[in-house]
């Protein structure tokens, strides 16, 4: 089982629908968890954080956090066609020992949002 | 967040030879990283940068293939030695400031090895 695991996609919405991107991990002691997105040929970008279970919005993007169901999501509203692009889940592992600060990375959602 | 540049962004190199990349940041970071993402693949990390102190690898990751240095708080290079086409791949560093833990990437650095 991978430690972070992603729907690869391609996931398609049309402009101005919710895009949802889903992602688990294995680790039940994770406890922050992270999206970056990521367009063609340019590096990732942090934009959204969470910690705490339930919801977390800014702007038009929400991230979900279920650590019972070790699961956390991205809601995309009002989707764009600037919102294509991959999109990564990142978790890290629990506090302690060698992995401080270290994220481990999921295979990333590619996102295409068609006019 | 912390302004991270890298040099080169891109490189062709031959097979055999090994490339130096350097990771610059425009203030003092408490942590950083080195990733590697193949073609079509998601990040890898290939190291812990540790400063004044030899870097922490991977599984399946060797300081004799991917030696580091980081002299400062603000300064880290990559080389990629004894290059072969395998290592064709797009390298990051990335840092961790302040109280955000999630990681700030740098521009990259995409190398092509023939």
């Known amino acids: 089982q991978k430690e972070v695991e992603q729907n690869s996609g391609p996931l398609s919405v049309p402009e101005g629908a919710i895009a949802s991107l889903n992602c688990t991990y294995s680790?039940?002691?994770?406890?922050?968890f992270f999206w970056y997105r990521q367009y063609s040929g340019k590096s990732p970008e942090l934009i959204m954080s969470?910690?705490?279970?339930g919801d977390k919005e800014d702007g038009r993007f929400t991230a979900q956090l279920n650590k019972a169901s070790q699961y956390v999501s991205l809601l995309i509203r009002d989707s764009q066609p600037s919102d294509s692009a991959t999109y990564l889940c990142a978790v890290k592992p629990p506090a302690g020992g060698t992995s401080y600060g270290k994220l481990t990375f999921g295979q990333g959602t590619i996102l295409t949002v068609h006019p | 967040s912390a302004v991270i540049s890298q040099k080169p962004s891109r490189d062709i190199c031959q097979r055999g030879t090994s490339l130096t990349i350097q990771c610059q940041v425009d203030?003092?970071?408490?942590?950083m990283f080195w990733y590697r993402q193949q073609p079509g693949q998601s990040l890898t990390l290939i190291a812990t940068?540790?400063?004044?102190?030899?870097?922490?690898?991977e599984s399946g990751f060797v300081i004799d293939k991917f030696p580091i240095s980081r002299p400062n708080l603000t300064f880290s290079t990559l080389t990629v030695s004894n290059m072969s086409p395998e290592d064709s791949s797009i390298y990051l560093c990335?840092?961790?400031?302040?109280?955000?833990?999630?990681?700030?990437f740098g521009p990259g650095t995409r190398l092509t090895v023939l």
């Open positions: 940068a540790n400063q004044g102190s030899e870097a922490t690898y």
């Open positions: 203030s003092q970071v408490t942590m």
């Open positions: 990335s840092v961790v400031q302040g109280g955000i833990y999630g990681q700030f």
């Open positions: 969470i910690y705490s279970n």
């Open positions: 680790d039940r002691g994770s406890q922050s």
